[in-house]
């Protein structure tokens, strides 16, 4: 017969429900709350959205490098003609993006009128004029292109954007 042997310390309460555990309610409230911040993000996405005019402004920038990454792919590939023409719908995109103004008003005149009115630096409205008719021109005209200088109409235009994006903010 063996005896009987007692615990060395005091015996664990058992009668706790598993309601009463702390782990419990954290593990039902993790999901609540995911749930909670799942709809509130997406309410503020749809609401985001539905402000058009901001939504083109915010992510004019992001076009653009877009466009320009294709107009230097062009260059790289020596489609002179093809990189004129991206090189110009970039800028008067962005420009048609970032202003909320029609594709069809992207002129010289109208850019200097527009940016004048929102007090931005002039001698940067007449770069972009100056950009823009460049690549008309050399769309619209027989030239023979020169590698260097398409690079470096290719710097300016990214130029122009990024300095376009530090004032207007």
């Known amino acids: ?7 060395s310390g005091p015996l664990k309460d058992r ?9 419990v309610w954290v593990g039902l409230l993790v999901p609540l709350l995911f ?17 058009v005019t901001s939504f083109r402004s915010r992510r004019a920038g992001r076009v653009a ?6 107009a230097q792919k062009c260059l ?27 594709q069809i008003e992207i002129t010289t005149p109208q850019i200097k009128r527009f940016m004048g009115e929102r007090n931005l630096n002039s001698h940067l409205a007449d770069e972009v004029g100056a950009l823009l008719e460049e690549c008309n ?9 020169d590698r260097g200088n398409l690079e470096a109409l290719y710097a300016r ?3 122009v954007i990024v300095r376009i994006e530090s004032e207007v903010r």
Request: glycine letters at 6%; aromatic letters at 14%; charged letters at 20%.
């Open 1 to 7: 017969i063996n005896y009987i042997k007692l615990a």
């Open 15 to 23: 009668s706790r429900r598993l309601y009463q555990s702390a782990w």
């Open 35 to 51: 749930n909670a911040g799942m709809l509130f993000y997406t309410s503020h996405q749809a609401r985001v959205r539905q402000d």
């Open 65 to 70: 490098e877009k466009r320009l990454a294709e």
């Open 76 to 102: 790289k590939n020596q489609q002179y003609g093809q990189f004129h023409s991206i090189l110009e719908s970039s800028i008067g995109g962005y420009l048609s993006d970032k202003f909320n103004l029609p």
């Open 137 to 145: 021109f050399a769309r619209y005209a027989p030239v023979q292109p």
């Open 157 to 159: 235009a990214k130029s």
